[in-house]
């Protein structure tokens, strides 16, 4: 559990949202329309697209299969490549690594 808060967590600052000094999630709106405090990237496509989509929007190419993500740069070589018996935990565990991945080439922390 401990591991899946501290992933989310890295997944929300690449997604730019800020944290209390508690280390928690300020509350704030996902969509507009509901507030949100927990993070749900593991368990949420609606919060799990948003971050493959900037991804994206940084040039790269992700493809999502049954039990399979790659996200991969311009040239078409694999940054990351995960295989999983859930779409949607090796999508998680494809973003995750690409951030954990972009933020050490960044100069930024990493888990």
Do not use: C
Not at 16 to 30: A, I, M, Q, V
Not at 58 to 64: C, E, M, N
């Amino acid at each position: 559990m401990k591991e899946t808060l501290e992933k989310n967590r890295l997944i929300a600052e690449f997604m730019g949202l800020k944290f209390k000094e508690n280390g928690y999630p300020s509350p704030y709106w996902l969509d507009g329309s509901r507030k949100i405090n927990n993070l749900l990237f593991h368990s949420s496509w609606d919060w799990l697209i948003p971050a493959v989509e900037k991804i994206e929007s940084l040039g790269l190419s992700t493809k999502i299969y049954t039990g399979h993500t790659t996200i991969a740069s311009r040239d078409g070589s694999f940054i990351s490549q995960k295989l999983n018996d859930s779409k949607i935990k090796a999508t998680y565990q494809a973003v995750f690594e690409f951030i954990n991945w972009y933020t050490l080439s960044q100069g930024e922390k990493q888990l």
